[in-house]
């Protein structure tokens, strides 16, 4: 398994811990993920990291709303599809 897909892996597993109501030890699997994610996306094209800096936006105003199903569905699918489709360009 590649350093990515260890990211996309934790990124999921943070999500269905966000989904199970467990926010403080997702909340803190997420830093860990963002943290991961972050020197995949500093090689990635440059829309690919203005794309990065709103998603981390909109899951951020989601932590603070508490809206842990919203931020699950970042996490595991909008996450998931920006680090795979700037890997593919």
Aim: net charge negative; proline share 2%.
């Amino acid at each position: 398994m590649s350093s990515l897909e260890v990211v996309i892996e934790d990124a999921r597993g943070c999500a269905r811990l966000f989904r199970l109501g467990r926010d403080v030890e997702a909340g803190l699997a997420m830093v860990a993920v963002v943290e991961a994610a972050q020197p995949f996306v500093e090689l990635m094209p440059g829309d690919v990291q203005s794309s990065w800096g709103g998603l981390l936006g909109l899951m951020f105003n989601d932590q603070q709303a508490q809206n842990w199903l919203s931020l699950a569905d970042y996490l595991e699918y909008e996450l998931v599809e920006l680090l795979t489709a700037g890997q593919a360009v």
